[in-house]
């Protein structure tokens, strides 16, 4: 067994054991890293397969990427910093019996299939190759994926835009319930609640706003803006 | 190292990240789960490209769209965790339980 064989299987028992522990651990900000250190594990695999362009460009797209993903984290998760125990999983008897079915199937597969072998040549200049390739016959596609992560910003920034084709897009938001059906959780606003922009409750207009400012607004987002009963009846639209 | 051995170790990568998309509940753990059977769909491409196509430069591009690929899946994930959020105030995959409100 020589040294790169060593380094392949550490690497590779890091890479699933990291794996692994991403959905074990309570912090989120932890589980971010340890899916970096899967990807890095990954890259540096990709070192030793000779693909040194795809091992380091892996690396430094996953080290940026999962800091995306630790600041999301820290934005939508409730226990970012794993103060507390949790588990918030669901169907997981399932979801183990499919990820080991699943895994179970490919090994088969693996196992069971004469695999060609044809590795690469030593002294074969694989970045050289790639340049020649992504500039020249492949250039279409290669441009393609160019064209295709502009589309992603582009949609990305209109998907998260907060005003809308037909206005803002949190209009009528509202928190879902405990229960399945069930009515809104959390507080809601004093001025009328999710109807705060009802006529009848227009001249809470202000009261509105301030529950908007707590993020429960729901239909009283609107009324906030208003300075007297006409506005708060706009208000209702958000309802 | 042999390719049969990097296949499993994907394998198992994938497994693992199908676990996390099926079980988790929050949207940002499943999609740490897609990214997961990502990481192992790209070894698997490395993998063969190494040890099977003597080094085709088409492999290499092969895995640049699957980093791609990757990339577009988080871009447009986040986008549609934020657009969730602002309409249904929702973090975790149970309230959704229906598209129409």
Redo the contacts between chains.
Sequence with gaps: MTMTDVAFYLLSGFAIWTGWRVFRVDSMIRATFLLLLSFTSVGLIGLLLSASYLGAATIFMMAVEMMVMGLFMVMFMMNPAGLNPMMMVHQHRLSIVAGLLIFAAMTGAVLLTPLPSDPVAADRPVLRDLGIELLGDSMLIFETAGVTLLATMLGAVVLSSRRGRFGPTDAGSVPPGLSAGGPPAGRQPKGGGSHGGHGGHGGHGGQGGKGAHDGHGGGGSHGGHGKNGGDGNHGGHGG | ?T???????S??????????A????????L???L??ML?GS??AT??F???????A??G??L???I??V???E???G??????V???????????L?TLA?
Excluded: C, H
């Design positions: 190292m390719l049969s051995a990097i296949l499993i170790v394998a198992a990568l994938f497994g693992i990240g199908l676990y996390g099926l079980s988790q509940k929050s949207f940002v753990m999609m740490m789960g990214e997961l990481n790209l070894l490395m993998g490209w190494s040890l099977a196509l003597g080094g430069p088409k290499q591009l895995a640049i769209i980093m791609a990757m990339a577009i988080l871009a447009i986040f986008a549609l965790i934020v657009a959020y602002r309409k249904r105030q929702a973090d975790v995959t149970e309230a339980e409100r």
